[in-house]
């Protein structure tokens, strides 16, 4: 039996190992991986790589074995990861996994955003398949929007359409030590978790924290939605893409990534990194 990770290359996926590698030792662990080489450094600690690809079915024969504790980290291919997703489960089931842990979308079924579709339909096959499943529902990861803040220093603002709506987000490394909780311990079989942060913040809120800690004025500048998509598909970004972030916003708004209901605190066994923390992370590395 390993505690196998798919995606492991990924920036969620390493930090999962990262989280696991204090928990198991690496002979315990498999990372499924679509580039060998890029994952050299984790064969080097003594991880057992899995060559497969979400989107090669054929590969995936060998990914899983009896008894594996499996984390499946969704695609990143939006518009693609149904599919992919089903050949994950479908290679699971076959080699008879005694766990699937699946990071899914805040809200599971009640979340009515674009980007929540392709979770929902996950989660049913999932649960369908009869597999031995836990559902992490993963919130907003606070990278997401401090990962780009070139354009927002540069033009001393932030800008969003979501009014006054207000974001549980936590790091990337917060979700990380709930999913390698969820795969080493008991008791989380047959169950979904809504993870978010401790504290939510507003748009406003951030803006103010950047200004605090530049020294510099950052306002928040909160745009209609058409607007709001006009700004991103005029920065380049791809049309389908900027609609869907444009739609979060709309969520937002409607206070769909609010919630705080401590479960990933309590997975994680500490409380959820700060959006101060992560904006200070941030223009360190700037």
């Known amino acids: 039996m390993s505690i196998v990770v798919t995606g492991a290359t990924g920036a969620l996926g390493r930090l999962v190992i990262e989280e696991l590698l204090a928990i198991v030792p690496a002979e315990?662990?498999?990372?499924?991986?679509?580039?060998?080489?890029?994952?050299?450094?984790?064969?080097?600690?003594?991880?057992?790589?899995?060559?497969?690809?979400?989107?090669?079915?054929?590969?995936?024969?060998?990914?899983?074995r009896a008894g594996d504790r499996v984390l499946l980290i969704s695609g990143s291919e939006v518009g693609r990861r149904v599919p992919q997703h089903a050949a994950v489960i479908e290679a699971a089931k076959?080699?008879?996994?005694?766990?699937?842990?699946y990071?899914?979308?805040?809200?599971?079924p009640g979340a009515d955003f674009r980007l929540a579709a392709e979770h929902q339909v996950t989660e049913q096959a999932i649960a369908d398949s009869g597999l031995p499943y836990t559902f992490l529902r993963n919130g907003w990861y606070t990278e997401n929007y401090t990962e780009h803040l070139a354009p927002v220093l540069e033009h001393g603002?932030?800008?969003?359409?979501?009014?006054?709506?207000?974001?549980?987000?936590?790091?990337?490394?917060d979700y990380a030590a709930a999913a390698a909780a969820a795969l080493t311990g008991e008791g989380h079989l047959g169950t979904a978790y809504e993870l978010s942060g401790d504290v939510a913040w507003s748009f406003a809120e951030y803006a103010a924290e950047l200004s605090r800690q530049t020294g510099r004025t950052?306002?928040?500048?909160?745009?209609?939605?058409?607007?709001?998509?006009?700004?991103?598909?005029?920065?380049?970004?791809?049309?389908?893409?900027?609609?869907?972030?444009?739609?979060?916003?709309?969520?937002v708004g409607r206070g769909l990534l609010a919630g705080t209901s401590g479960d990933l605190a309590r997975l994680a066994g500490r409380p959820t990194t700060p959006l101060a923390d992560s904006v200070a992370a941030a223009l360190a590395a700037s």
């Open 218 to 251: 950052i306002t928040y500048n909160n745009v209609p939605a058409e607007a709001h998509l006009e700004i991103l598909t005029g920065a380049g970004l791809p049309g389908p893409l900027a609609e869907i972030f444009v739609d979060v916003d709309a969520a």
């Open 28 to 64: 315990q662990l498999a990372a499924v991986v679509r580039n060998k080489e890029k994952a050299a450094d984790l064969a080097a600690r003594g991880i057992e790589l899995r060559i497969a690809d979400y989107s090669e079915p054929g590969t995936l024969a060998g990914a899983f």
């Open 94 to 101: 076959a080699a008879g996994v005694a766990q699937l842990a």
């Open 157 to 173: 603002a932030v800008v969003a359409s979501a009014g006054e709506g207000r974001i549980a987000s936590a790091s990337r490394a």
């Open 103 to 108: 990071t899914s979308v805040l809200g599971g």
